[in-house]
């Protein structure tokens, strides 16, 4: 741990601007659920409006954006677990996107998998998942890349696949610097194409999402089929694709 120490100085001179489009992955549940609850659109709209009073309240410099972008940082309590750049309990938000959709489906595909690794009894499902892709557009003066000097050098802690710890200590040395985006390589994309962690709402260019694409995920014991209808695309990840996670290698694939 002792070799990252160094890198609050690092984020401090090292801050460049970074702009652009990431995406994301959801998924495609939240208007369904609560219509087939309903017999109207005005009850749906009331029943919407009571589970959003439930929820932690929107902290007040995310609340121009759509819920897409704000919902990573409203949930500050009670992180049941860690995530690369955030850790568990009591932390702020992250909202983690990719450069690129495929990378974004990659890691979709992978905390799906994880899922079913965690749970050996669980049998594989029966048909594909519905998923929203959306585009955001980010742009901040005050970015650092991981995949550049002086970071590079440590790829080997930023990349690990289960110790998240460097990358944790990293993200609050970081809010520290008042960094607002972080550029790092994809740990489950095969081809490792770059994925961000954005610190806080400031660093978005626009309120609302600026594209999305709908995806269908079927996972089985071969590994895990996405399909895009429009425009058209299928991305396979067999059971290689993720075995650099000691979790995912020991996968019960015959169920």
């Known amino acids: ?14 801050r460049s601007e ?22 109207s659109r005005e009850e749906q709209h009331a029943l919407e409006l009571l589970i959003e009073e439930t929820k932690p309240p929107v902290p007040a410099e995310c609340r121009h954006l759509n819920f897409l972008l704000s919902t990573p940082f409203r949930y500050g309590t009670a992180y049941p677990q860690g995530s690369r750049f955030r850790r568990a309990g009591f932390t702020l938000g992250v909202f983690y996107a990719s ?10 595909c992978f905390l799906r998998m994880l899922f079913f690794s965690e749970s050996p009894d669980t049998n594989w499902p029966a048909n594909a998942g519905e998923y929203t892709a959306f585009a955001a557009q980010y742009a901040t003066a005050r970015s650092v890349d991981l995949t550049s000097p002086p970071f590079v050098s440590r790829t080997a802690l930023w990349m690990h696949p289960v110790d998240y710890a460097p990358c944790q200590m990293l993200a609050e040395m970081a809010r520290d610097a008042d960094i607002e985006l972080i550029r790092y390589a994809s740990v489950r994309d095969p081809e490792h194409h770059a994925n961000l962690a954005i610190l806080t709402c400031r660093a978005f260019a626009q309120s609302e999402p600026v594209a999305h694409e709908t995806w269908r995920v079927l ?24 075995a650099a996670d000691p979790r995912i290698a020991a996968m019960t694939w015959e169920r």
Not at 18 to 39: F, H, M, P, Y
Not at 99 to 106: D, F, G, H, L, Y
Not at 219 to 240: H, Q, T
């Open 1 to 14: 741990m002792s070799s990252i120490i160094s890198t609050r100085d690092e984020l401090s001179s090292s």
């Open 18 to 39: 970074a702009a652009g489009r990431c995406w994301r992955v959801v998924e495609a549940q939240n208007q369904i659920s609560t219509t087939k609850l309903t017999d």
């Open 99 to 108: 450069e690129r959709v495929e990378t974004a489906i990659a890691e979709l």
């Open 219 to 242: 996972l089985g014991g071969n590994g895990a089929r996405a399909v895009c209808e429009l425009p058209r695309r299928r991305l396979d990840f067999n059971r290689d694709a993720f």
